[in-house]
């Protein structure tokens, strides 16, 4: 099975490579643009995985089987009022690799190393395109529940695509 690790600076060429397929095969899964991206320089996604390592604040795994095969990354509130909140993002496995339970995998560390990490933490936001069913079911068995849909919440190439929003509170947000 996959090994789920935390990137670092050394996995910059693997994590862009990455990012670029995910943004060419699944384009409508994604805010970002493969045309946007691919302008992007390898070293400015270096520096971007060093100011990761040992944040409190963003985290950003990799499954790794020989080469990396998915990511899942986490972005938590900057603005003090806002610090209970974050939102998921780059949640992406290669398309030979799904239906292996990577992307359980990866949520269920990413998960884990939150209580661990981000303490007060009591709401994880993510944004799934309508029709991406996987990916939506994936959260919802973690808990994640729909929030709302945005109609037209992308456009790409002249063609609207709803996104839902869905949210997981913690257990002490509940109470």
Not at 80 to 87: F, G, V
Not at 129 to 140: A, D, I, Q, S
Request: aromatic residues 6%.
């Amino acid at each position: 099975m996959a090994d789920i690790v935390e990137l670092s600076s050394a996995d910059a060429g693997p994590f862009r490579a990455h990012r670029l397929r995910a943004l060419e095969t699944d384009p409508g899964a994604f805010p970002g643009s493969l045309a946007s991206y691919q302008d992007e320089m390898l070293s400015l996604t270096g520096q971007y995985l060093a100011r990761l390592a040992g944040s409190t604040d963003d985290l950003l795994l990799g499954a790794k089987i020989d080469s990396l095969v998915g990511t899942l990354g986490l972005a938590r509130e900057t603005v003090p009022k806002l610090r209970h909140k974050a939102t998921l993002w780059g949640m992406y496995v290669i398309p030979e690799r799904r239906r292996l339970g990577i992307g359980k995998l990866l949520l269920q560390e990413l998960l884990a190393r939150i209580e661990r990490r981000m303490p007060g933490l009591a709401q994880i936001h993510a944004w799934v395109t309508v029709g991406e069913n996987h990916p939506r079911k994936l959260l919802e068995q973690f808990g994640f529940r729909v929030l709302c849909v945005e109609p037209r919440a992308l456009r790409i190439d002249g063609k609207y695509f709803d996104r839902a929003h869905l949210l997981r509170e913690s257990e002490a947000a509940r109470s």
